[in-house]
């Protein structure tokens, strides 16, 4: 593993997947030309706001959703996780699916999300996931790379369900991603904490893409894509405009941190 700057990108999706995608593609050329060489794309990257409308056309953003991200790794060569984005199942219901993909443009890693966000929000809101979409039942598997380091899976809700990251880091875990469509309700107070709970147990790097602002009257995201040190500390933060958070994801501070705090070596029960 070597020392490479690491992108997470917070974009602003609506219920239109060209768009989605242009906005997209112009965002992961900014996080190149800054120097990236791996690049995450937040949940619902390729479309979010209406989501009737999103089972509708699940094939067709699958579809579009990976051709993009296979030619988007191709074109600039690095490494691209696309977040979160609808499969179709033969139940009818979609996966939430997230997919990296390496610089050629091949299939690393692919996770469904597990957990699914069926909550009532204080604010009134209700959210109920698990009415369009099936819950995967597989734990993601960790991607181990030669020079990027050891990577592990997961999609918003899942942070608060520690011993998914658990699993990961048991395998041996860099990197973690958690690619998020966080409510502002919510993230305005669980996000940050919540990441740097799943950095500092882990000893791990997290890498959070995000969306933010308003996707439709009724849905709005926290924004702040940031990428958290194994120590907890925030190297970067998007804030709530669209645009790229940017950090170096470095192999010397992951040993140091390990060094110094061994807690994973200290597991009475695992």
Known sequence: MKSYLAAAVQMNSQPNLQKNLAQAEELIELAVKRGAELVTLPENFSFLGDEVAKQQQAATIAQESEKFLKT????????????????????GKIYNTALLVDRNGQESSRYEKAHLFDVLIPDGETYQESAMVSA?????????????GNMGLSVCYDVRFPELYRHLSNQGADVLFVPAAFTAYTGKDHWQVL????????TCYVIAPAQTGKHNPTRQS???????DPWG????????DTGVAIAEIN????????RQMPSLKHRVFS
């Open 72 to 91: 988007m790794a191709q074109r600039f060569q690095v490494m691209i996780l696309g977040g979160g984005y609808p499969v179709p199942t033969a139940s």
């Open 136 to 148: 995967g039942q597989n734990l993601p598997q960790l991607c181990r790379t030669n020079d990027l």
């Open 222 to 228: 926290n924004g702040h894509a940031m990428i958290v």
């Open 251 to 258: 192999p010397a501070r992951l040993a140091q941190v390990r």
């Open 233 to 240: 500390v925030v190297l970067a933060d998007a804030g709530e």
């Open 195 to 202: 990441l740097q709970a799943r950095a500092i147990e882990n």
